[in-house]
Structures are given as structure tokens and as C-alpha cells.
């Protein structure tokens, strides 16, 4: 089955999907207002130590898997083992459909923002009103639908040309421009008056906001940010040669993906206090302060299109690897070919996503106190996520022992105290770890 399988062009190219696929909405939308409502810099502190010490452990296990399957989440553990493992990579699937459908709209807000640069938004912001632009924006169901839509179709489209005539190609381009516009913006945020006392609230960590709540929201992030615990980089790893090394892939991505998240944090924290802003103002958060300092500084137009242009480029490097996930499994055990998979799926979840596209608006139901996106988001990052994380450790660290060491070691392996914390996080600390944060999340 596995014949013929679509391969990534060059390590390159595979560093720069995988690293397209973590480096997304989780860093720049998600991790910001999450810091901003968790204290600050105990949760960067937090999200840090769990992404080196549970995420990367588990990002190589899945890699592993991927490999040594050679087929989708769901084949794979079919193939390497069979029982009931494959129910692993089935959640995987689902987590991925679930997360894609409010991604879509998240995604969809950047793009409208994007054009919105040279509207009045600008205007309003500059004269404070950037919080209330927003909320039009969100109440206004037919604009953000539409938006949705059309990010849905960018995504379709390029997971429809494939592995690397599509996701390849694309990240190739859009990953590296990303890395020089935050720089840029970042020099500006820090040079704002006022800028200081941003860096502290961001780098300081006050261990008395340390709460139960603000562990499993770090975990949930280290999960989200990293694309793991779904299958994602089980089904890019499937597309890997054996030439290449997979932990010191994962060490790229991972750096990749962490560094974007602490520059976004210096372009973010700095302008909201320079212009005294509230840190904690949830999802709206760079929505609503990104404007008001792009408003208030030369050419922040084309700055604030440039810059809601690269999270563009962010998020849809990440939802087409959410969308090959299911259009892998689809394609594998279903024969669809290519294009039919990426559009049912696609559209199919591009329909879940209206809930989630409505529920910012004023008028919207309340599920478990939240809103509808963010019910969604808590069901994949805190739940569907960790629990994937788990099983995959348990997998790579016991079920599949043997073949995922030999897997880790092909093309080149780690040194040996390395290999042995990877054993040692994948068979106790890994599924202990996260179970005790899932389970204090509940109680
Ligand atoms: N890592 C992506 C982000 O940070 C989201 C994602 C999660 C993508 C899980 C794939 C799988 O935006």
C-alpha cells in the first residue's frame, strides 16, 4: 500500500512543513492571550519546561510512528501493531477535524484584518476604539462567515495539490518571510515608551498566579503549539525518507516553533502596557492591540497588512496539515483519491466551523460558560490533545518499544543520555505527568 507513497522533495522541505504545520495560530493568537490571562511569566515559564520535557519526547514518538508505518495516523498503528491502538489515531483524526473547524475562523479573522488595515480600522483604533471595532466585526456574521470560507478554500487548494507539489511548496516560501517580519515588529514594540514594564509583566514569573488552571492551560499549549497528540506528525513522518534524522528534525521544529512564540510574546506585551491596555482581554487580545500600536506608528497600515498577512501565512501552514491528517486517513484506508478528500472534508468542516464563526457575537448561546469556539478549543487542546499524548507515549515507550528505537536511531541518532531521557519520558514521565495535570483539570 505504502508504494508509490508521496514523499517530501528534501529535508528542507519536510523541516519547513512540520515547522509550518507548529508555528501557527497557537503562537501568535493563542499563546499571547493565554499569557496574558495566566499571570504572565509563570506561564512562560511553564509552557517552556513542558514543551522540553513532555512535547519534544513525544513529537519524536510520533515521528517514529509515522515513519516506521509509513501510512496514516490510523494505518500506522494498524500496521505496527494492530488491537486497539488504531482507536489512538482515530481520536487523532477527530481532533484534528474538530480543531480545524474553529481554526478556520480564527484564521478567517486575520484575513479579514488583513484588508481592514486600510479601512477605518485604523482610524478607530487610533482614537481607541480598536476593543469596539472588533466586536462589530464579530457580530457581523455574514463578513466573518465569508472569511471563514475563503480560508477554508486557500486550504482545500493547497492540500488538493499535495505533499509536495502543494504543503511542500508553499511553506517553503512563507515560513522564512515570517521569522524577518517579527523581527521587525518587534524591534518596533520594544522601542515604544512604556515598553518595559510589558517585558516584565512577560518575562517575570510570579509564582503566586502558579494555579492548577494555568498548568493544564500551559500543557494544553505545549500540546496545540507543537501539533502534537493527533497524528499530525505521525502523518508528515509517513512522508519521510529513512535517510533522515529524526530527533535532530525535531529539535529544529521545536526551536522554530518556540522561538516564534517568545518573539510574538515581545512584540505583544510591550505595546499593550506602553498603550495601557489589559493583557487579560482573552481571544480579542491582537486583534484589538495590534491595531492600536500599528495605528499609532508611521506607514502602521502597510505594517499592520504585513503583519496579519504573515499570521495568514502562519495559520494556513498549519490547517493544511490538519486537513492532510484526515484527507491521509480518507485516502489510505478509503481509497478517496486526493481532491475528493480535501473537499468533502474541507467543506464538511468548514460547516462545523459556523457554531464556532457565530459564537463571538452577542447573541450566541453559551456552552459550559464558554463560547462556542472556545468550548471547541478546550475539547482538542485540553482534552482530545493530552490523551492522544498519552497513548502515543505508552505506544513508543512500551507497546512498540524495539521498532521505535530502531525508528529514533535510523539516520542518525541521539546521544546516549538523550535516548535515554526520550526512553524515560515516553514510557513514565510523559503519561504520569500528563495524566495527573488532566485529571486536576477536572476535579
Ligand atoms: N500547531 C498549530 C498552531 O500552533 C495548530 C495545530 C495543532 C496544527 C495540532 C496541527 C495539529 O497553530
Redesign the pocket.
Known amino acids: 500500500m505504502s508504494r508509490g507513497r508521496e514523499q517530501w522533495g528534501s529535508k528542507f522541505g519536510f523541516i519547513m512543513a512540520a515547522a509550518g504545520?507548529?508555528?501557527?495560530?497557537?503562537?501568535i493568537w493563542r499563546f499571547p492571550y493565554l499569557t496574558g490571562v495566566s499571570g504572565g511569566g509563570i506561564f512562560v515559564v511553564l509552557y517552556l519546561i513542558l514543551v522540553a520535557a513532555i512535547g519534544m519526547p513525544i513529537m519524536l514518538a510520533e515521528m517514529a510512528i509515522g515513519r516506521g508505518g509509513g501510512l496514516n495516523a490510523v494505518g500506522s498503528f494498524r500496521k505496527l501493531k494492530g488491537g486497539l491502538w488504531p482507536m489512538v489515531g482515530w481520536a487523532g483524526v477527530v481532533a484534528?477535524f474538530v480543531?480545524l473547524s474553529f481554526y478556520g475562523v480564527v484564521a478567517g479573522w486575520t484575513v479579514a484584518y488583513m484588508f481592514k488595515s486600510f479601512g477605518p480600522l485604523m482610524s478607530m483604533a487610533a482614537a481607541g476604539g480598536a476593543a469596539e471595532a472588533f466586536q462589530t466585526f464579530t457580530n457581523d456574521y455574514v463578513q466573518v462567515i465569508a472569511y471563514q470560507g475563503a480560508f477554508m478554500l486557500a486550504t482545500i487548494w493547497i492540500v488538493y495539490n499535495g505533499v509536495g507539489g502543494g504543503i511542500e511548496r508553499y511553506c517553503k516560501v512563507m515560513m522564512p518571510s515570517l521569522y524577518i517580519i517579527l523581527a521587525i515588529l518587534m524591534v518596533r514594540s520594544l522601542t515604544l515608551e512604556g515598553a518595559m514594564k510589558g517585558v516584565e509583566f512577560y518575562l517575570k514569573p510570579d509564582i503566586s498566579k502558579l494555579t492548577a488552571r494555568t498548568v493544564m492551560g500551559a500543557l494544553g499549549q505545549a500540546f496545540?503549539?507543537?501539533?502534537i497528540g493527533?497524528g499530525?506528525m505521525i502523518t508528515y513522518g509517513s512522508y519521510l525518507s529513512d535517510r533522515e534524522s529524526l530527533p535532530s528534525s525535531v529539535f529544529i521544529v521545536t526551536v522554530m516553533n518556540v522561538a516564534v512564540a517568545i518573539l510574538v510574546g515581545f512584540v505583544i506585551f510591550p505595546a499593550v502596557f506602553a498603550f495601557n491596555m489589559e493583557p487579560s482581554s482573552g481571544p480579542g487580545l491582537i486583534f484589538v492591540t495590534l491595531p492600536a500600536v500599528f495605528a499609532r506608528m508611521p506607514m502602521g497600515s502597510l505594517f499592520s497588512f504585513l503583519f496579519f498577512t504573515l499570521l495568514f501565512f502562519a495559520a494556513v501552514t498549519?490547517s493544511v496539515?490538519?486537513l492532510e491528517v484526515c484527507v491521509a486517513y480518507m485516502k489510505d484506508e478509503f481509497r478517496w483519491d486526493r481532491g475528493r478528500a480535501a473537499w468533502i472534508i474541507g467543506l464538511a468542516c468548514f460547516l462545523l466551523g459556523i457554531p464556532s464563526a457565530l459564537s463571538l457575537g452577542d447573541h450566541f448561546p453559551r456552552v459550559f460558560g464558554m463560547d462556542f469556539l472556545g468550548a471547541m478549543d478546550f475539547l482538542s487542546s485540553n482534552v482530545l490533545l493530552p490523551l492522544g499524548g498519552i497513548f502515543i507515549s505508552v505506544f513508543a515507550g512500551w507497546s512498540w518499544f524495539e521498532g521505535a528505537r530502531q525508528e529514533v536511531r535510523r539516520g542518525g541518532a541521539l546521544p546516549k543520555p538523550l535516548e535515554t531521557f526520550w526512553v524515560l519520558a515516553c514510557r513514565i514521565l510523559a503519561p504520569i505527568a500528563v495524566a495527573w495535570v488532566f485529571v486536576g483539570n477536572f476535579r
Open positions: 504545520s507548529a508555528v501557527g495560530l497557537g503562537n484534528g480543531i496545540f503549539s507543537l501539533s493527533m499530525c498549519s496539515s490538519l
